[in-house]
Structures are given as structure tokens and as C-alpha cells.
């Protein structure tokens, strides 16, 4: 019985885990800085997240190669909106074809992700995403992105369990509400809204920020004057 559980426990951990590959310091990394990054439209070719059919796509894409608006990453996301430390973003994947990779485009994607998020709604007080820790690249793009390692996301009595808990990390950004974003006309969609996440496993993913602290410290040190905190 208590296999079944680990395993159980196991694939939605890995199911939230975000991966990328890894990215390089070359010079190739001006390369990113030539593509468009926006919200995927309807004849994007993006698929989202197994689980999270209900959150949004946001894209890098060249829209000078031969192939109009040609996809060379994507990241899906969506807000989590909690009783007690207001609303987050949360990042379940982002990927970078092939070709493309180590090449700088995931830590600006990342980047432009969170200026579009902050620009659509300012009152998220942080975003976060979940990382395998032995996944180099991924780790070095968030972290040059500002996300903050926080580290093992399983409860302290799971993490003896190895190559099964241990590995998978919370990586958390948190906005500056004094520094409003500033977003290109890239990104005036039509849709104003961003989609709110109602998988099941949002609450015991956000949960491991509770248990470490994480969400209370962001809480409380957020000086957005939007929460209307007392």
C-alpha cells in the first residue's frame, strides 16, 4: 500500500516539474534577444502542459524565419489564488526546441513571462515553478532569470526516499509592486484575463511553500499596495 502512494505522489511531482535544456554563455545568447515573445495565438503549434489544459501559453517565436512566427519555445502557465498569500504564478513547463537551445532563449523567455504576468495583473506577488535539481541548465536559466532556489520541495520525512523526492526543487520569483512592468505591443492580446489554475495538486504544490515558510515571507514582505493588507 504504501508503494502505490509513492508512486502516486511521484507522478504528480513530475507532472509539475518544469524542464528545459540546458543553455550555454556562448555569444549564440544575442540570439534571443532577435526573437518575439508573446502570448501563443490560435495557429501557434504549442500544446500545453498534460494536466493543465486550463492554463495559457507564452512563446518565443522568429518572426522573420521562412516559416512565419515560427515556435522556438513556449512556457505554460496560469495563477493560483490562495486564501492567505494572495495570488501567485505558477510555471509547470517550459520548453525550447531543440535547435534552439543553449542559446539564451529560455532565461529571457522567462523573463518576458513574468514582465507580461506583472503587466496583466500586479497584484501577483510572485511566480514559481518546480525543477529537477540534477537538470544544470534549467537551474542556471532560472536562477539568471531571478528565480531563488528554495529548495527541496518534498516534506523532510520523504526525502530519504532516494532518486525519488530529493531531487525536485521550488524555484520563486517575487515581483517588485514598486517597479510596474513595462510590456511591448507584442502583447496586446485581445484577452485581458490570465486563466486560474484548477488542477487538484496546485494545493499540496503550494502547500511545500507553507510548510518551508516561503509563502508567509513573500506575504509579508510584498509592499504591493493592491492587497489591502491591515
Known amino acids: 500500500m504504501k508503494i502505490i502512494h509513492l508512486a502516486a505522489l511521484l ?3 513530475c507532472l509539475g516539474a518544469a524542464s528545459v535544456a ?3 554563455s556562448s ?3 544575442n540570439f534571443a534577444a532577435t526573437l518575439e515573445y508573446r502570448r501563443a495565438r490560435v495557429s ?3 500544446r500545453r502542459e498534460h494536466g493543465f489544459e486550463d492554463a495559457a501559453v507564452f512563446v518565443a517565436a522568429r518572426p522573420q524565419s521562412e516559416d512565419p512566427d515560427e515556435i522556438v519555445a513556449d512556457a505554460t502557465f496560469g495563477l493560483l489564488s490562495t486564501p492567505r498569500h494572495g495570488e501567485w504564478l505558477y510555471i ?4 525550447v526546441r531543440e535547435k534552439y537551445r543553449k542559446r539564451g532563449v529560455a532565461t529571457e523567455m522567462m523573463r518576458r513571462l513574468l514582465e507580461y504576468v506583472h503587466w496583466k495583473n500586479p ?3 510572485a511566480g514559481w515553478l518546480r525543477v529537477s535539481s540534477d537538470n544544470r541548465g534549467a537551474v542556471k536559466a532560472y536562477k539568471k532569470a531571478g528565480f531563488i532556489d528554495e529548495g527541496a520541495a518534498a ?6 526516499f532516494e532518486g525519488i523526492f530529493h531531487f525536485i526543487h521550488n524555484f520563486v520569483y517575487t515581483f517588485d509592486a514598486s517597479n510596474p512592468s513595462f510590456v511591448s505591443s507584442n502583447n496586446d492580446d485581445d484577452d485581458d484575463s490570465l486563466p486560474y489554475l484548477k488542477r487538484s495538486v496546485m494545493k499540496p504544490f503550494f502547500s511545500e511553500l507553507i510548510e518551508g515558510g516561503i509563502a508567509d515571507e513573500v506575504y509579508s514582505n510584498s509592499s504591493s499596495p493592491l492587497l489591502g493588507k491591515e
Open 44 to 46: 501557434d503549434h504549442v
Open 22 to 24: 540546458p543553455e550555454g
Open 123 to 125: 497584484r501577483v506577488l
Open 155 to 160: 516534506p523532510e520525512k520523504l526525502r530519504g
Open 27 to 29: 555569444a549564440e545568447a
Open 11 to 13: 507522478t504528480s511531482t
Open 92 to 95: 509547470p513547463r517550459v520548453f
